[in-house]
Every structure is written in C-alpha cells, then in structure tokens.
C-alpha cells in the first residue's frame, strides 16, 4: 500500500501550489487575498486581476487535478488489489488522488493552509476520469457564467450538471465504462463545493454577491503589471 501513500503525499502538495496568489504577487504585484473577497482561488483572480489572470489561474488549478488523478495516481512500486468491494481499484485510487489534490488547495502548505474553493482543481480530476462528461460541464460553466456574470452561479450549476450526467450515462444509458464510484464521489463533491459556498448562496439571496461586471483587470488594478 506504499503506492497510495506516496500518491496522496504528492497530490495534495501539487494541489497545495497557490496558482492564484503567485499569479498575483509575481505578475500584478498584488496579494490577491487583500482584496476582492480575500480567497485565494481563480475566482476572485478573475474578478480583480481581470480574465487574463483569470484564465490562467483558473487552467493552473485545473491542471493541479489533472495530473494528480491522470498522472500521480499512476505511480506504482507495489501490488494493488484489483478491487475494492465492488468498486475497481484504479478508479478508487485516482478518486483518492484527486480528493488529496483538491483538499491541497483548499488547504494549501505552500499558503498558510488557506486556498480557494477546489472548483477548478476538481474540475481537472474529473476531466482525467471522464473527459467526455466533463467537457459537457466546462461548457455549462461557461454559458452560465457569460450569460449571468456570477462566477458562483456557474460553479454550482457546473456542479449539478456534472453527477447528473453521469448518473444518466451510467444508470439510464449503462456506460460500461464508468465505476459506480464515480457517481458516489460526484455526489460528494457536488456537496462540499455547495457548503463551500454556502457564503456565496446567502449573497445571491440577498442579492449581494459580486457580480462580474466587466472581463477586464477590477478597478485599481491597473498598471500594477501584466500577463
């Protein structure tokens, strides 16, 4: 079982690196948790670095999960159980790679144990687990949030629309190929990214959350340096 344990010890460290917050200091010379919301994650990047920093922030923390389910979970110097109960292993363990990634980021090392939200970094797991599936979702994602300009609304319609799909393929259409441990993970994340933003939930309410208002640098940013 020593493979696990070395896989989980990299992912969550590859998940701890605070792509937001090096993207600001280094690039904008601006610490991104001392303004917008104070989270260190892509989405306050893209509200008050702009769509650039944005964008980037956003890739690099998709890319954190990425290559902690599609290429970390990969290690292997000892035997693996080719199943655990009715679950398959190898998807069990690039669950298991992914969660350690995700909780890197919102737990971060390399930043005092405070990081953003996970969406995009999970967004990467599950783009290495189901690609198809996730490309349907990226593509919610992004008409929601065009279309609203709440960065929030797209996440969590994202997060609903991702264990829908793949309930439909696996238990409606029987897709052979997806792990009945998938859906159960989805359904998990699906919950913690709600309680995640939970904040976010009573600012829609009452009609306070911050609102994307234009896709260039936020106000006061400016000339504090450029990707």
Do not use: C
């Not at 990634?101 to 953003?116: C, D, E, I, Q, T």
Request: net charge positive.
């Amino acid at each position: 079982m020593g493979s696990i344990a070395v896989i989980l010890v990299l992912s969550y460290m590859v998940g701890s690196i605070p792509s937001s917050v090096w993207i600001g200091k280094y690039m904008y010379n601006t610490d991104l948790r001392e303004h917008g919301s104070g989270n260190a994650g892509a989405t306050n990047a893209f509200r008050v670095l702009g769509w650039k920093a944005g964008t980037v922030a956003a890739i690099a923390d998709l890319g954190k999960g990425l290559l902690a389910a599609g290429v970390i979970a990969l290690i292997r110097f000892d035997t693996i159980p080719p199943g655990l109960g009715f679950w398959e292993a190898e998807s069990v363990i690039r669950l298991l790679a992914g969660v350690s990634a995700v909780v890197g980021h919102m737990y971060p090392l390399w930043a005092g144990f405070k990081g953003g939200k996970g969406v995009n970094t999970t967004a990467g797991v599950l783009l290495a687990l189901t690609p198809a599936v996730m490309l349907i979702t990226l593509g919610v994602f992004a008409l929601v949030l065009f279309s609203s300009r709440y960065v929030s609304v797209a996440s969590l319609s994202a997060t609903v629309a991702y264990p829908s799909a793949i309930g439909i393929s696996k238990y409606l259409l029987h897709t052979e190929s997806l792990d009945a441990s998938v859906f159960i993970f989805s359904l998990f994340l699906a919950t913690s990214i709600f309680i995640a933003h939970r904040s976010n939930i009573q600012r829609l309410i009452a009609g306070s959350e911050n609102r994307v208002r234009s896709f260039r640098m936020g106000k006061g940013m400016q000339g504090r340096g450029e990707i």
